[in-house]
C-alpha cells in the first residue's frame, strides 16, 4: 500500500503562485511515475503534469507555460509549482504516483487538494 499526502491548496489571486506538494510513504519497491491530476465538478480528471523516475516531464497544453513539476526521490515527493494562475485552474488537484511492489504497477491516488483562483 501507498499513501500520498498533499498540501500546499488554497486561495490565490489570479497572477499568483502556489506550490503543491505530495508525499508517498508505505511499503513499495519503487516508485515509477508520479504527478498530479485536477479535476472540476461535472468534468472528468485531466493530467496536470507527470514525471518520470528518470526526470523526464510533461505536461497539459493548458499548463506548460505556467507550471513546473519536480521531485525529491531520496523522499518519494512530488512538487508542483503553479505561477500566473488563472481563475480556470481552479479545481481540486490530485496527486498519483505508480508503484512498484512484489514486481506489480499499481496507481495510488491522493485526498485532493482545493485549489481557488479569484478574479
Known amino acids: 500500500q501507498v499513501q500520498l499526502v498533499e498540501s500546499g491548496g488554497g486561495l490565490v489571486q489570479a497572477g499568483g503562485s502556489l506550490r503543491l506538494s505530495c508525499a508517498a510513504s508505505g511499503s513499495f519497491s519503487s516508485i515509477n511515475t508520479m504527478g498530479w491530476y485536477r479535476q472540476v465538478p461535472g468534468k472528468q480528471r485531466e493530467l496536470v503534469a507527470g514525471i518520470t523516475e528518470g526526470g523526464s516531464t510533461n505536461y497539459a497544453d493548458s499548463v506548460k507555460d505556467r507550471v513546473t513539476i519536480s521531485r525529491d526521490y531520496a523522499n518519494n515527493t512530488v512538487y508542483l509549482q503553479m505561477d500566473s494562475l488563472k481563475p480556470e485552474d481552479t479545481a481540486v488537484y490530485f496527486c498519483?504516483?505508480?508503484?512498484?511492489?512484489?514486481?506489480?504497477?499499481?496507481?495510488?491516488w491522493g485526498q485532493g487538494t482545493q485549489v481557488t483562483v479569484s478574479s
Open positions: 498519483y504516483s505508480q508503484a512498484v511492489i512484489l514486481s506489480r504497477t499499481y496507481r495510488y
